[in-house]
């Protein structure tokens, strides 16, 4: 089966920017999309189809996907951006999320 | 604004059952394909199940394939997941979502979840 591989945390100075990586075999072949979830809430879509931001998402956000591995960069990272980031693809059949990422500003 | 609203969840004992239910409103919900997501605590997502607009096309992990049944009501706007044999391991907070494109898993709405407890 494939797998999306995330590491389990990510931490980010106020102001810089933030990368979550999600890696998978030739994942640059394939649609990745990326969700925010804070503690108690439930997932927020933030990027789709790799690079796309939906209407309402930050200029902030932005994506891209090539080779092995999705990257989901967060800009000029602000506290409301500490979360768990979840990034997910359609294989075939399935649904495939990755493992999950905590970003925590600093 | 979309409003996805579950409900139906609770304690229930191993090798019971238990019918989740989802209510959609504000948007044609007969025009989109559906899912049922789960959160167990303290963990990941996890995609359960898959169903078209017109219930034609079905899918399911393996993890929950031949107990849980995906099944949808377009007069009422309401999506179904029920749940039989149930483990432990069940134990999650479950979310039914939209998906914005066909076979895409693009989920751009999500309803706020219930807690479901398997537990004796």
């Known amino acids: 089966s494939y797998d999306l591989t995330q590491p389990r945390s990510v931490s980010v100075a106020l102001g810089q920017t933030a990368t979550i990586t999600c890696g998978g075999n030739n994942i640059g072949s394939i649609n990745v999309h990326w969700y925010q979830q804070r503690p108690g809430q439930a997932p927020v879509l933030v990027m789709y189809r790799d690079s796309i931001r939906p209407s309402g998402i930050p200029e902030r956000f932005s994506g891209s996907n090539s080779g092995n591995t999705a990257t989901l960069t967060i800009s000029r990272a602000q506290g409301g951006d500490e979360a768990d980031y979840f990034c997910q693809v359609w294989d075939s059949t399935t649904v495939l999320f990755g493992g999950g990422t905590k970003l925590t500003v600093l | 604004q979309v409003q996805l609203v579950e409900s139906g969840g609770g304690l229930v004992r191993p090798g019971g059952s238990l019918r989740l239910s989802c209510a959609a409103s504000?948007?044609?919900?007969?025009?989109?394909?559906m899912s049922w997501i789960r959160q167990a605590p303290g963990k990941g997502l996890e995609w359960l199940s898959y169903?078209?607009?017109?219930?034609?096309?079905?899918y399911y992990a393996d993890s929950v394939k031949g107990r849980f049944t995906i099944s949808r009501d377009n007069a009422k706007n309401s999506l179904y997941l029920q749940m039989d044999s149930l483990r432990a391991e069940d134990t999650a907070v479950y979310f039914c979502?939209?998906?914005?494109?066909?076979?895409?898993?693009?989920?751009?709405?999500w309803g706020q979840g219930t807690l479901v407890t398997v537990s004796s």
């Open positions: 504000r948007f044609t919900f007969s025009d989109y394909y």
């Open positions: 169903i078209s607009s017109s219930a034609s096309m079905i």
């Open positions: 979502a939209r998906d914005a494109v066909p076979f895409a898993g693009t989920y751009d709405y």
